[in-house]
């Protein structure tokens, strides 16, 4: 247990005498990594599948193109949907520099994924002054310039606010109104309107979307249309839908598929 209450884990890569390790590993649909943090900082991404990761301050939806910067002995969890193809990067204290103090998802060029397949065929001590010494040097500059994306979730910690959320999650179409939601949760809707102000410094409209957005990016992923994404998470319209996914994450819901 780490001084946090924390399972630990300590694998291979996070000893080595390196600024930065690959690691490579497939998972199952389903399966969870429980609740955990490392000593070194990581970069969360997976070429294939979609990576559901929570800390106690949000939720994260990673879908490939997209990874995820974990700050060292920071807790989380990892579940997966789909079968994934994790190659994750861990930092050495030095280099961690180039990343954040909180979790953030992060868009992943082709030449930084490129580069994280390539990390990944390196031997766990690479030459410095050889080609791994170049890998992790143009790594270290992709991280640091690429882009910082809205796809977290923050986190409900009422209880009244967590059924809410749940039922969101089951069906994120659901055009119920906060008053609505309140007849549900045993709470007025002036008292979750406070709450969600309260514990995430955002209305509930605003989270909601946020959370919207986040299913139809897994949904993307997984290789849905925009057009049925749009309506499996509640937008009337796919030119409104577009729009949102626009102003979030800088690109149309269908580039790259």
Same mark, same amino acid.
């Given at each position: ?142 991280? /640091? #310039?690429?882009? +910082? ?7 409900? =910690?009422?209880?009244?606010?967590? %059924? $809410? &959320? !749940? @039922? ?24 979750? /309107? #406070?709450?969600? +102000? ?7 409209? =605003?989270?909601?979307?946020?959370? %919207? $957005? &986040? !299913? @139809? ?28 996914? +626009? ?11």
């Amino acid at each position: 247990m780490s001084a946090n209450g924390q399972n630990q884990r300590t694998l291979a890569q996070e000893q080595v005498d390196r600024p930065l390790a690959a690691f490579a590993r497939d998972y199952r649909d389903g399966e969870a990594t429980g609740w955990h943090d490392h000593a070194r900082a990581q970069l969360l991404y997976a070429t294939r599948g979609v990576m559901r990761v929570r800390t106690e301050a949000a939720g994260f939806t990673v879908p490939p193109g997209r990874a995820l910067w974990v700050p060292a002995r920071m807790g989380h969890e990892v579940r997966t949907e789909g079968e994934v193809a994790m190659r994750a990067l861990f930092f050495r204290e030095d280099a961690a520099r180039v990343g954040e103090s909180r979790a953030a998802v992060l868009g992943v060029s082709p030449l930084l994924r490129e580069l994280i397949l390539a990390a990944c065929a390196e031997p766990l001590e690479w030459d410095e002054a050889g080609r791994g010494g170049h890998l992790a040097a143009l790594i270290a500059e992709e991280v /640091a #310039r690429a882009p +910082r994306l809205p796809l977290a979730v923050p986190a409900l =910690r009422d209880p009244r606010l967590r %059924r $809410l &959320a !749940e @039922a969101l999650r089951a069906n994120p179409a659901s055009p119920l109104t906060l008053e609505e939601h309140a007849a549900r949760c045993g709470a007025s809707a002036r008292t979750l /309107a #406070r709450l969600f +102000r309260q514990e995430t410094g955002m209305g509930f409209a =605003r989270w909601r979307q946020a959370l %919207r $957005l &986040a !299913e @139809a990016a897994a949904l993307l992923a997984q290789g849905a249309t925009p057009t049925r994404a749009a309506a499996a998470v509640g937008y009337g319209s796919a030119p409104a839908f577009g729009a949102a996914f +626009r102003a979030a994450f800088g690109v149309t819901p269908g580039a790259g598929r």
